[in-house]
Structures are given as structure tokens and as C-alpha cells.
């Protein structure tokens, strides 16, 4: 029986169709004080799978209300997919006094749950915050599938550690070079991009990362390449978060079009990991 978090109930779908199982009733309610209350009404069966994506601080606490929700119904084996994990970024105490909060919430889910699944988290190494055992799916492959056809394609990734993306995507294109920029981040929302050698004149450009949160590594690459005689420039990123005005930064900075997955559901999300989320839970 799946069961989906609120922030996740078309992918939830979509997986039900990949594995031909059912989707459980579920109730998203929130107290007059702010308090929320996720619940599964009549749920019925021996093994749940939740899928839900904590892209808020009320998902955390949803998803953790859920997994208690279906051992309190009587499952017996529990398996939670985290197709975007909230906080992942914040792996390190980056400053004295700071908590590692990966950590801190992966400790909070392992309590509830036998199994984790994530798809393309910031940094594998997460995996080890987890009390439980945990799966990583590579969703990247999956951004080749709604991007046009391509004029001397480039692929570009906005620094050195999401060059693995731009590969994998130009691999599963089929064609093209793979590159990346230097990066140098001055604050959450201010980052410095220098440009590749590669020579990127005339050509269509898809820039890919794992996740655009305020656009501005994304605004900063896109501006480049635009200025710098690029064709067309397209984005790919598996989670799309695009939080505050990070889609006009785009669009301000010449963006021909977002592609995004359905970690997070958002009008970008022009592309499913449910066929690689369902590969993975029945490995
Ligand atoms: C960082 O290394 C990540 O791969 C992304 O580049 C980053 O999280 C994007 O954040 P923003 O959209 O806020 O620049």
C-alpha cells in the first residue's frame, strides 16, 4: 500500500501506476494553532511505502505523523521514499554552534521506518545519517527525456560536483559535450560563476544541476551563456524547489525553458521518476 504525503500525491500516483498496487486514504488536516495531523483513515495492510518529499518543515512532521500512523494501523514493514530531502544541504555544522541538520532529521525518520529511499539527495554521504538501510536513485538520466532536439549540444553543470548530472543526461541525450563552471558561492543568495574554455558560441546549452533553490547559481550561469553568444540555454535539474522569485531570475536572465523532475511538483516538473523509483523498490 503506498502512501502518499501531501506534497507528493501526483508522483505517489504515478509510482501506483508503475507497480500496480493501491493508494492508501489519506487526511491532511492542520489545528487551529498551526499543529498539522497527517492520517490514514482505515488503513489495512501488512507493508507501507510513504512517499513524501520534505520540502517544508510541516512535510518533516507530516512524514514523520505518517510512518507512526501505519505502524499505530498495524504495518509491519515500513519503507519511506524521500524523493527531495529537506535539509540535505546542511550537512556539516558550517559555522560553531550550528547543527548538522541532515543528521539531525535522518535520525527522526530512521526511528519509524526499515528502509529509505532518496533520489539524487546533495550528497550521497547523507545516507550514513540514517539508522536504517538506505537506497540511492540516480534520477538524472530521466531530464533527457523532455528536452527538444538540440543544435551542437552542450551540457553544462554550474560547478565541478554536479558534473556527474551533466553527464549522465547527456549520456541518456545521446549526444553532445559535457562541461562545468567554477563556481564561488559569497552568500545563500549571491554566487559568482566564471565560464568554461569550452566554447559554447552558436550552440544550444542545457546547464544542469541537481537543484535550483533561489536560481541564483542557475540566473548566473544562464546570463553568461546568454551573453556570451549562446543559442538557446535550457535548465535540467532533478528538484526543481524554485523557492521565492528564483523563476523570474530566470526568465530575467534569458532562460529558454525549465525542466524539471516531480521530486517537487511544480509546473516545470515536466518529467516522472516514478519509473525509476518503482526499478528501485522492486530491487
Ligand atoms: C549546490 O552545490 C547545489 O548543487 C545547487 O547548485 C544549489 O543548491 C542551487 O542553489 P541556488 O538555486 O540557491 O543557487
Given at each position: 500500500m503506498l502512501v502518499p504525503g501531501a506534497s507528493s500525491q501526483a508522483l505517489a500516483a504515478a509510482l501506483a501506476t508503475e507497480l500496480g498496487e493501491s493508494l492508501a486514504a489519506v487526511e491532511y488536516d492542520t489545528f487551529p494553532d498551526g499543529e498539522t495531523l497527517a492520517s490514514v483513515p482505515g488503513f489495512d495492510a501488512e507493508t507501507a511505502t510513504i512517499i513524501a518529499s520534505t520540502v517544508s518543515n510541516d512535510a518533516y512532521i507530516e512524514l514523520l505523523q505518517l510512518q507512526d500512523a501505519v505502524r499505530e494501523a498495524g504495518a509491519e514493514e515500513v519503507t519511506t521514499v524521500i524523493p527531495y530531502m529537506g535539509?540535505?544541504?546542511?550537512?556539516?555544522?558550517?559555522?560553531?554552534?550550528?547543527?548538522?541538520s541532515a543528521r539531525a532529521v535522518a535520525r527522526a525518520v530512521s526511528t519509524t521506518t526499515d528502509r529509505v529511499v532518496l533520489v539524487?539527495?546533495?550528497?550521497?554521504?547523507?545516507?550514513?545519517?540514517?539508522?536504517v538501510p538506505v537506497d540511492i536513485v540516480d534520477a538524472?538520466?530521466?531530464?533527457?527525456?523532455?528536452?527538444?532536439?538540440?543544435?551542437?549540444p552542450l551540457f553544462l553543470s554550474p560547478?565541478?560536483?554536479?558534473i556527474d548530472i551533466a553527464n549522465t543526461v547527456c549520456d541518456a541525450y545521446g549526444e553532445g559535450e559535457t562541461d562545468y563552471f567554477e563556481k564561488k558561492r559569497r552568500s545563500g543568495t549571491d554566487v559568482e560563476i566564471t565560464p568554461s574554455k569550452t566554447d559554447f558560441d552558436g550552440r544550444d546549452v542545457v546547464i544542469t544541476d541537481d537543484i535550483i533553490a533561489t536560481g541564483s547559481t542557475m540566473s548566473e550561469a544562464v546570463a553568461v551563456l546568454a551573453k556570451g553568444g549562446a543559442n538557446r540555454v535550457f535548465c535540467a535539474t532533478v528538484?526543481?524547489?524554485?523557492?521565492?522569485?528564483a523563476r523570474t531570475k530566470l526568465s530575467r536572465a534569458g532562460i529558454e525553458r525549465v525542466f524539471g523532475t516531480d521530486t517537487i511538483e511544480r509546473e516545470?516538473?515536466?518529467?516522472?521518476v516514478a519509473p525509476v523509483l518503482a526499478d528501485a523498490l522492486e530491487r
Open positions: 535539509y540535505a544541504r546542511q550537512d556539516k555544522a558550517f559555522e560553531a554552534g550550528h547543527p548538522i539524487n539527495p546533495h550528497e550521497d554521504a547523507i545516507s550514513e545519517f540514517f539508522d538524472a538520466g530521466c531530464l533527457a527525456k523532455p528536452l527538444p532536439e538540440l543544435h551542437d560547478d565541478s560536483g554536479a528538484h526543481p524547489l524554485l523557492a521565492r522569485n516545470v516538473s515536466s518529467v516522472s
